[in-house]
Every structure is written in C-alpha cells, then in structure tokens.
C-alpha cells in the first residue's frame, strides 16, 4: 500500500461523505417526486355496484361528482359541473332531468342538452368495472357534445324542481 497522508485521508472522506449525502437525497427526492396513484377526486374513485344504477334513473356519488346512470344498457358517469359557468347540476326527480340552479340550464337524463344558455351537453368521465364494482376515473374528463337532436325519449315526467326554469 502507498502511504497516504493525513491531508488526502481527509479529502477522500468528504468526498465519499458528500458523495453519500448526494444518494440520499436524490432517494428522497425521488420518493416526493415520484407520481403515484392519487386518491380522491382527480383520480380513481370505486362507487356502487353495477346492478345498483337503475335502467331509468339516476345515482348520485359525491366522492366522485357525478351522476350514474344507464343508457342503451350501459352506465354512465355524468361529472355533476354545468359546462355554462361551473355550478352543480341538480337532479330533479319530479321532472326527471337535471337542473341548473344558477343559469337555468336543463339536460335530460344522459346529460344530453334541452334548454339554457349551456353550450354543450353535460360533460362525462370514462368507467371502468372492477369485479362489478363501478370504478370512475375523475382525472380525466370527456367534454359533452353540443347541442343536438335527443338520442333518448323521455320528455320531462312533471314539473321542474326551480319555478324561474319552467
């Protein structure tokens, strides 16, 4: 072995330290920074089974901000947000079709635009079924179509839920 002197003993110590120092805290930063799966709305919520969403009505989930329901047999998830100015829909059972409380805006049970100044039908977010569990993915979120021809006839079953809407 060559005789190493005091002087270069402790520069090779600090830097191994330094060295060490700089693993540890890229670890760390990469265990803040990593992405991970995010829990709440913005990301992956379980709702309801699926034989709990009725052929013609409508379940409310407020974990997830939306409004399960069926067409042509299949469920889908209605984000509760009205495409005009952001308030929240309201189902309105007597009429059955949902009801802007702010601006007056009316969709029928698909979340497919009748009347208002919304500019679009309801927006959506895309399912999944996991072991018959509804699983509605909040992250992303499917922008309704514009106002169009009704693709479900069902005309309001009664009167509107907000007397200035009907």
Known sequence: MSDMGRRAFLTRM?????????????WTSWDILKP????????KIKTVPMEEVP?????AVNEARTYLTRKDGEVIALYWKCPH????????????QYECPCHGSVFNRV?????G???RSMDQFP?????????VDTGIVLTGGPPASE????????????EDLS
């Open 127 to 135: 399912i999944d079924v996991v072991d018959g569990v509804i699983v």
């Open 14 to 26: 600090w830097q191994w330290g330094l060295g060490l120092v700089a693993v540890a805290g890229a």
């Open 55 to 59: 052929e013609h009505g409508v379940v």
């Open 117 to 119: 100044p919304s500019p």
């Open 111 to 115: 979340g497919e635009y009748r009347s």
């Open 36 to 43: 991970g799966t995010m829990a709440g709305f913005g990301g």
């Open 85 to 96: 100015l952001s308030c929240r829909t309201a189902w309105c059972e007597s009429s059955g």
């Open 151 to 162: 693709t479900i006839d069902e005309p309001p079953a009664g009167p509107s839920c907000d």
